[in-house]
């Protein structure tokens, strides 16, 4: 089993920024991609960004191109979703996610964290 555990979530106000980080811990996550998905209120879970094992290949939503960068330290199974340039509608819970390739994981991961709220102010 893989436990993940999100921090770095707050209130930022529209225009800053917020780093999002993933601690992994269980089973060695080797191979596996990992990323993030998000939920705001009233909406279904959307995906976010995601990240291959070694980190060369990265997918993101097309809403969040540019602005969110994704990040991975490997040897401590870790991952981060660095936010710039936030806006109103990037509010949300957002959950960090792991299993499978950089494919799967966008779209099924295997594993989910509990999720840590962004919240962003007008």
């Known amino acids: 089993q893989v436990q993940l ?3 770095g979530g707050g209130l930022v106000q529209a225009g800053g ?3 999002l980080s993933c601690a992994a811990s269980g089973r060695a996550l080797s191979s596996d991609a990992m990323g993030w998905f998000r939920q705001a209120p009233g909406k279904e ?3 976010v960004a995601a990240i291959s094992w070694v980190g060369v290949i990265t997918k ?24 710039n340039g ?13 299993g499978g390739g950089t494919t ?19």
Do not use: H
């Not at 809403?63 to 936010?83: E, P, W, Y």
């Not at 799967?104 to 007008?122: C, D, I, N, R």
């Open 5 to 7: 555990v999100e921090s």
């Open 17 to 19: 920024s917020l780093r």
């Open 45 to 47: 879970r959307e995906f």
């Open 60 to 83: 993101y939503a097309d809403s969040v191109k540019g602005r969110f960068t994704i990040s991975r330290d490997s040897a401590k199974n870790t991952v981060n979703l660095q936010m």
């Open 86 to 98: 936030l806006k109103f509608e990037d509010t949300a819970v957002y959950y960090c996610v792991a």
């Open 104 to 122: 799967t994981v966008a779209v099924q991961p295997l594993y989910w964290g509990q999720g840590t709220q962004v919240t962003v102010s007008s």
